[in-house]
Each structure stands twice: as C-alpha cells, then as structure tokens.
T-cell receptor
Framework: DVKVTQSSRYLVKRTGEKVFLECVQD?????MFWYRQDPGLGLRLIYF???????EKGDIPEGYSVSREKKERFSLILESASTNQTSMYLC???????????FGSGTRLTVV | GDSVTQMEGPVTLSEEAFLTINCTYT??????LFWYVQYPGEGLQLLLK?????DKGSNKGFEATYRKETTSFHLEKGSVQVSDSAVYFC???????????FGQGTRLTINP
C-alpha cells in the first residue's frame, strides 16, 4: 500500500524552539507539499517541492523553511516556533502528470 | 486570485437523508476539480474528481458534476450513512495543475 508517513502524530514544543516535521513517501513521487489546516480556513499551502533540492513558496511561507535532500523525504522547519504556529500540518505527494494527491495522517503541533 | 468557496458547516443530517454540499470556484483557466474527505484522526483522501466541463465524478455513492456555466462542483449523495461523518474539502488545480487550492472544509455529521 502506497504511503505518505509523517513522523509524529502529536508534538508539543516551546516558543522559540526550532522544530522539524518530517515526511517520507514511498511512491517515487516528484512533487511534495506541506499544508497547514486550521478550522474555518481549510488547507493553506506553506511550501512545495517538485524535485530534489528544489522548493517554492506557497501562500503562507513566513516563519517556515523546508529541506528536500532526497526524493522521498520533505522536511518542514519552524525556525523559531511561535504560538500562532499551533496547527495541524499535512504533508502530501503527487506524481507529475497525475492529479491525485496522497496525504499523510498529519502532525498536530502545539506551541506553548 | 484562484479560490474555492464551500458552503459553511457544520451540516447535520439523519441517516438516509439526501446530502448536498455546495462548492463554487473562480472561473480562471481550465481547472480540474476534486472532493477530498477527512475522517476523524486521518489525513485527506481523494473522494472523486472531474477534469473538464460536464464530467461527473463518482465514488462510494457520492457524485459531483463539473458545471462550467455556474462554476460549481456540488457534492451529492442520495442516502447518507453514519460512516459518512467526516470533513469534506472541495479543491481546484492552479498553475497548470502544479498546485491545489482547497475550500475551507465542511464538517458533516450523520445521526442514526
């Protein structure tokens, strides 16, 4: 069964900490995405990557960075966590030319 | 910019009721349209899709028709079940299908 795996389901971090959210896919997909999900706002795109070492800003990149050193892994980095980054974070991947995204189960991050 | 607007939730229905969740999209380009479903504690799953005008997507008893004249992609099901309780997201492609833009989500609760 094809999968997108996010390393943590729940995470609690302190304000100012550097936070790493990891995402791994086993489908050899070129494209990977990080979204955050907030009630009433739906999913908003933070960053995406269409190839190894390539990245593009989404709609809300401020306060975040990403790393894609290997095709299967796409990491989201919160440089200095703040309470307004408390959210559900969803990773997704997609093969070029195919419409369907495959999503991970999400990481619920709480910043205290 | 490109966007998707869904009817506000939450929506609460009784089992076997008819379901409609409205979705409209901005009429730019030639988007593909999607409905995703998120069951409690899980990531998003693709429910159905339509890639051009007048296409009808269907899956698990759900249907949606791509209506270019009304820029709509409403989700319907003739007889809902308790197991359909979830959050439903409408989405469209942008930037030549490179990215997806999501609506805000509609929480559906089905009572026995």
């Amino acid at each position: 069964d094809v999968k997108v795996t996010q390393s943590s389901r729940y995470l609690v971090k302190r304000t100012g900490e550097k936070v790493f959210l990891e995402c791994v896919q086993d489908m050899d997909h070129e494209n990977m995405f990080w979204y955050r999900q907030d009630p009433g706002l739906g999913l908003r795109l933070i960053y995406f990557s269409y190839d190894v070492k390539m990245k593009e800003k989404g709609d809300i990149p401020e306060g975040y960075s990403v790393s894609r050193e290997k095709k299967e892994r796409f990491s989201l980095i919160l440089e200095s966590a703040s309470t307004n980054q408390t959210s559900m974070y969803l990773c997704a991947s997609r093969m070029t030319g195919v419409y369907g995204y495959t999503f991970g189960s999400g990481t619920r991050l709480t910043v205290v | 910019g490109d966007s998707v607007t869904q009817m506000e939730g939450p929506v609460t229905l009784s089992e076997e009721a008819f379901l409609t969740i409205n979705c409209t999209y901005t009429a730019t380009g030639y988007p593909s349209l999607f409905w995703y479903v998120q069951y409690p504690g899980e990531g998003l799953q693709l429910l159905l899709k339509a890639t051009k005008a007048d296409d009808k997507g269907s899956n698990k008893g759900f249907e949606a028709t791509y209506r270019k004249e009304t820029t709509s992609f409403h989700l319907e099901k003739g007889s809902v079940q308790v197991s359909d309780s979830a959050v439903y997201f409408c989405a469209r492609t942008i930037q030549g299908a490179q990215k997806l833009v999501f609506g805000q989500g509609t929480r559906l609760t089905i009572n026995p």
